[in-house]
């Protein structure tokens, strides 16, 4: 009995290890989408390596890398992209000359935007197929520390379309990935068909909405979600400690009249989020804070992923819960 038992333990420990393991290798070795497959949200703040995720994209990419990004300075992404540009890849990156750091690739590899309002885009595309889009600068802190979220899919059709138009025109695209409708839409909108669309969306919620946002002043869709709280509509707001009392201040003043639930990280990395979750069936998510320059000035953008599958409702609703209790609520 006492051989049987000792078996018994050191299994436990074998089997304890084993589980811990592959958590970590899960952690560090993130899985990229598929072709054909559904897209694929990641999180830092659901203990997702973002970092890995992209470095591990743009280390598998053959033929053709295109990126846009606010912020490009994190030095492991910076030194993979210096390295497959030595690889006869057709590259073109364009980052926003005041939030990032110069790169050592070949003139025609390397664009530098100008713009009197912000280049905020932050979008990866691989071999014109592989697609990441979503909150996160390629920065370290952006990608480790801040909270983000990103989406990641294959789609030929959504990379031509990206490759095509991005950073310098707007745009939009409404296709199907995996079977799933997306929308893509490429800012600055000066016809309002972005903004008035999330304002239908809003408009057709029937039981909840479930809002992460880094800076909000929009006041369209301050009303459209007060308006949705007046309908009986479960609204709840998280928002970032810094812009709660600054650039949000009016705006969160003005939903907090309307006994919205609003809450605040409480530490130092920035709730950097910019989706929006309707009825648990359709996400909005992407570069765009909800303010008006993002919509009227900046080279910005956003996807709404309709129809979300058992696995994105279920990251989700963690992701929400993680939210919560890494915060405070707004008294």
Known sequence: MRIRSKHIFIFSIFA????????????ISPNLPKPGGKPILYSNQMRQDLKMTCFKALKKANEHIH??????????????????????????????KRSSV????????QFK??????????????????????????TTASLLMHDNLMIGFHSPEIANFLIKKTPY????????????????WLLPDFQNKAINKIINLIDNATNSIELAMFTFTHGSLVEALINAKKRGVDVKIAIDFQTKNGASKKAIESLKKENIEIIYNKEVKLCHHKHIVIDKKQ????????????????????????????????FLKKLWRTIELESSFLK
């Not at 846009?68 to 057709?90: C, E, W, Y």
């Not at 110069?102 to 590899?109: G, P, W």
């Not at 025109?169 to 893509?184: E, M, R």
């Open 16 to 27: 304890t290890l084993a589980f811990c393991i592959n958590f970590i290798v899960s952690s």
């Open 67 to 96: 990126l846009v990004m606010f912020g490009l300075t994190d030095p492991k992404i910076v030194a993979i992209l210096n390295k497959q540009s030595q690889n006869n890849i057709d590259m073109r990156v364009y980052y926003d």
């Open 102 to 109: 110069d790169l050592t690739l070949n003139e025609n590899q």
């Open 113 to 138: 935007v100008k713009s009197r309002a912000l280049m905020h885009q932050k979008i990866l595309v691989i071999d014109k197929s592989l697609v990441f889009l979503g909150s996160a600068n390629l």
């Open 169 to 184: 025109y707007s745009g939009n695209l409404s296709t199907q990935v995996g079977g799933q409708k997306i929308d893509i």
């Open 283 to 314: 996400l909005i998510c992407g570069s765009a804070n909800w303010t008006n320059s993002a919509f009227n000035k900046n080279y910005d953008c956003f996807l709404i992923l309709y129809g979300l599958n058992h696995s994105q409702k279920k």
